[in-house]
């Protein structure tokens, strides 16, 4: 199993910037990728990143490309999310999730990841 802890969320002003954590536990070493999605009220769980839980590179959603950044520290199993020009339409509750299979057909898919992390509020007031 895997543990997946989400934290940083808050209330930020239009275009300001936040940065979420996600931190694992558990049965790392069985996660091959790593991704962000986030869900607004009435609205479809919505991908956002995903990248290699080894490090390589990281694939976007057009619509957080050049705002939103992944980073990683290894030595604490933590992944982060730089959330930078929030705008109103961000306000969501945002998700890591886990995917233990390293030929999962689309990392853009939810249901192809295997954990998820309880979310965290983040709202953008204009």
């Known amino acids: 199993q895997v543990q997946l802890v989400e934290s940083g969320g808050g209330v930020v002003q239009a275009g300001g910037s936040l940065r979420l954590s996600c931190t694992a536990s558990?049965?790392?070493?069985?996660?091959?990728?790593m991704g962000w999605f986030r869900q607004a009220p009435g609205k479809e769980r919505e991908f956002l990143a995903a990248?290699?839980?080894?490090?390589?590179?990281?694939y976007y959603a057009d619509s957080v490309k050049g705002r939103f950044t992944v980073s990683r520290d290894n030595a604490r199993n933590t992944v982060f999310l730089q959330m930078n020009s929030l705008k109103s339409e961000d306000t969501a509750v945002y998700y890591c999730?886990?995917?233990?299979?390293?030929?999962?057909?689309?990392?853009?898919?939810?249901?192809?990841?295997?954990?998820w992390g309880q979310g965290t509020q983040v709202t953008v007031s204009s």
């Open positions: 999730a886990a995917d233990k299979d390293y030929n999962s057909s689309d990392r853009s898919a939810a249901y192809v990841y295997d954990y």
């Open positions: 558990g049965r790392t070493f069985s996660i091959h990728t």
């Open positions: 990248n290699r839980w080894s490090g390589s590179s990281t």
